[in-house]
């Protein structure tokens, strides 16, 4: 390699030199070895210093082509993914570890501070813009805490050589946690949580109710930009050469143990609390990050201390069990000549509170006349819910379990977890046993919640949704009217010689109420409000609670008349999503509406405040009705015993959860053969016309489509007895047409007519 070097002799050297080296020659062999030594010695010296000199130039040149490199990404597609390795690698070395700034920990613990800032600032809308910061200088524990939290996610980036790109990553997740909270709770008052992820689908499809096709292209534009961010990041970040594992380990592992530790700690001190008795009240107390990852680890109800059949058994009055100690339900025959038992109905008003409660708005005149009236004559009081601003599916499940949702995870939805595939009992299973017929209504779509499975869970005889109502007013939002409800709960009257429970789920008050004033001569005006959007929502809400009060004045004018004993419950599931305020509501909490309990045999008025989970073994008792596990522990428990919720939560957990000790060890229930709808849908003929073919039945509705072999065709409503096909089929297959009923927004075949 160093041609350069000639040891030994030099040839070409001049005649007094090579006179010089003859003298040497003939010195003595000591003095000769030492000089050739010497001089062997300095060339081995000029070698390094000139191959050094080689090696810096390469190591310059290959940097320069680097960086050209790094400008010709954009010239062309992927053109920088063509550089070598070797080119990357000298790259990085341009990087070079400077202070404490460039420690893993330290940058991971800086992003979650300012993450947690961004999350908390969206979070806390009453004080835009600086409510993170407020927050962190007025509750700089909790700050702390839900900072560890998040830097305990952050710090598994160290284990990476692309250790910017996985730390970017890790920081989109809590950044998407923080937008969909902020954006969630301008739409409604209760937090995004894990659980709000199971029902995704349901969400997607209220998108058009909720937001403008602008915002929601925005959104999709947005989505996209961050994916083709993540790209450039990937592409152009440092990617460190060796990664020191074990101590890089052994710091992330410190790094879990002190947030464990800290997180305890604050519990055991009562800065946080593993309890939300409100989930807007919890993340407000305790943090985002820390409510959020509570809604996703802690789910369903407890197992209880010292569970056992005895703790289970001792728990329910012996009169009501079996001789072996288990709850049974004897089939009873009530029939409908027996005046003893009422019909019993419950009517649940989308967001229906007093709106004369909101003390920053006024009114032209009273929205809710009739249910005001009402509550004056018959039993009513303050309904205590488990949902705020959101959540009708939790109030639905306290009247028909018994069960408070506090028992369950923050933020849970049973309907869309354990309720949809285990049987279980319920007010419906109970009345069922004693011979009522059993039915459940809602205006709007039977797939949401799980509304249709669970049901069937439960025990319903019948369920009608949208899907089976037909000629249906729409409010200007898009949500189906209540006034149709009149007519579907007396064809559930109807259905039967039996006595019946109906359970009946109303929407039109859902929300959004929007900013922009869309009713051009309203019933309802607002007189008072603090800005115009304000005005213009309480204004749209007002007029949807004006027309389902006189839906209500209808309904009770219609059963006035009917000649069977009905006792009718109608409450509302939860305040509206205006971003009400506790100071701007005259109750207890935001977690409060209001009920009244109608009857059509002069009942004695008896008003009381009382909690959802509560209510319906108070009405079944007030008719004299005992039957039911929850029921039964609700009818003979004294509820201002510290120990009542202890216990009624034992056995929900043995009901659901458990060994089913109450039953003697198995769940006795089976999921009902629900009938969808209580009027048959009948396909009476198939008739060609012109080429076109029309089928002739009874009960059709907008949502009826005609399918062949599973598969929804194009199809024209025509009338309730008459449906369109707009497309081409073989003669052939004609008479394999179907009629099917079909959810609008998922295309999913509910049910099928032969």
């Not at 069977?564 to 409450?571: P, Q, R, T, W």
Request: charged share 25%.
């Amino acid at each position: 390699m160093f041609e350069f070097l000639k040891f030994g002799k030099n040839k070409n050297a001049e005649p007094a030199e090579q006179d010089a080296e003859a003298k040497k020659a003939e010195a003595p062999d000591e003095t000769a070895e030492a000089a050739e030594a010497e001089e062997d010695f300095e060339a081995v010296k000029r070698a390094e210093e000139e191959y050094q000199q080689q090696a810096e130039e390469q190591f310059e040149s290959q940097v320069r082509i680097s960086r050209e490199l790094d400008q010709e990404e954009g010239s062309g597609p992927l053109k920088g993914l063509r550089k070598s390795k070797l080119f990357r690698s000298n790259r990085n070395k341009k990087y070079k570890d400077h202070g404490i700034f460039s420690n893993s920990f330290v940058i991971c613990f800086i992003v979650a501070v300012l993450l947690n800032l961004f999350i908390e600032t969206l979070g806390r809308q009453h004080t835009p813009g600086i409510g993170g910061l407020l927050y962190m200088i007025e509750q700089p524990l909790v700050f702390l805490g839900n900072t560890l939290i998040i830097y305990a996610t952050l710090v598994v980036a160290a284990l990476f050589k692309r250790r910017t790109f996985v730390l970017c990553l890790l920081s989109v997740v809590w950044i998407a946690i923080g937008i969909a909270n902020g954006i969630i709770l301008t739409q409604r008052m209760t937090p995004f949580n894990m659980k709000d992820l199971t029902a995704i689908g349901d969400g997607a499809t209220l998108m058009t109710n909720y937001f403008t096709v602008v915002e929601i292209v925005i959104l999709v534009v947005s989505i996209v930009a961050a994916l083709a961010l993540f790209f450039f990041i990937f592409i152009k970040a440092r990617v460190r050469e060796k990664v020191p594992y074990i101590r890089t380990i052994l710091g992330i592992l410190a790094s879990w143990a002190v947030m464990g530790l800290v997180i305890i700690g604050l519990v055991k001190v009562g800065v946080l609390s593993t309890f939300f008795g409100s989930l807007p009240y919890a993340y407000r107390d305790y943090g985002v990050p820390y409510c959020f990852m509570n809604t996703w680890l802690n789910t369903g109800i407890h197992k209880p201390a010292h569970y056992s059949k005895d703790m289970i058994t001792s728990l329910i009055d012996a009169r009501y069990l079996s001789d072996d100690q288990t709850m049974e339900l004897k089939y009873k025959d009530v029939s409908s000549d027996d005046d003893d038992y009422p019909n019993i109905l419950f009517l649940q008003l989308e967001s229906f509170v007093d709106p004369l409660k909101f003390n920053h708005v006024a009114f032209s005149k009273d929205p809710v006349p009739n249910f005001r009236k009402l509550r004056k004559e018959f039993s009513s009081g303050s309904l205590t819910v488990p949902a705020c601003g959101a959540g009708t599916a939790n109030t639905e499940c306290e009247f028909m379990t018994g069960l408070s949702m506090h028992f369950f995870g923050p933020g849970e939805y049973p309907f869309k977890s354990v309720l949809s595939t285990t049987p279980s009992e319920s007010i419906a299973r109970d009345l069922s046993s004693i011979g009522y017929s059993t039915h459940a209504i809602h205006n709007h779509r039977a797939l949401f919640y799980n509304r249709n499975d669970v049901f069937a869970q439960m025990g319903y005889d019948t369920f009608t949704s949208v899907e089976y109502m037909s000629d249906i007013e729409k409010s200007p939002k898009g949500w189906a009217k209540d006034k149709v409800l009149v007519r579907e709960i007396m064809d559930a009257l109807n259905y039967s010689d039996q006595k019946d429970y109906i359970y009946t789920i109303s929407v039109q008050g859902h929300g959004q109420y929007p900013a922009d004033k869309i009713l051009s001569n309203p019933e309802i005006t607002v007189t008072k409000a603090p800005n115009e959007a304000q005005k213009n929502r309480y204004e749209y809400y007002a007029n949807q609670l004006y027309e389902m009060d006189k839906f209500i004045k209808d309904l009770t004018d219609t059963l006035a008349k009917y000649d069977e004993k009905v006792v009718l419950v109608m409450y509302g599931d939860h305040i509206p999503a205006l971003d009400i305020r506790e100071e701007n509501y005259d109750a207890k909490d935001l977690f409060q509406t209001q009920y009244v309990v109608w009857n059509n045999y002069g009942a004695e008025k008896k008003d009381m405040d009382i909690c959802a989970y509560e209510l319906s073994a108070e009405i079944l008792d007030r008719a004299d009705i005992h039957v039911g596990t929850t029921t039964i522990y609700h009818q003979t428990h004294d509820h201002s015993d510290p120990d009542f919720d202890r216990g009624l939560s034992a056995l929900g957990y043995d009901m659901i959860y458990g060994k089913h000790y109450i039953y003697g060890g198995t769940i006795p229930f089976e999921a009902s053969d629900i009938k969808l709808g209580v009027r048959d849908i009948k396909i009476d003929k198939v008739v060609e016309v012109n080429g076109k073919y029309y089928i002739k039945g009874k009960n059709f509705t907008e949502e009826s489509k005609i399918t062949l072999d599973g598969s929804p065709l194009e199809t024209v409503y025509l009338r309730p007895d008459l449906l369109g096909l707009l497309q081409k089929v073989d003669p052939e297959d004609a008479a394999r047409m179907k009629v099917s009923q079909i959810d609008r927004n998922t295309s999913t075949i509910i049910s099928t007519t032969e």
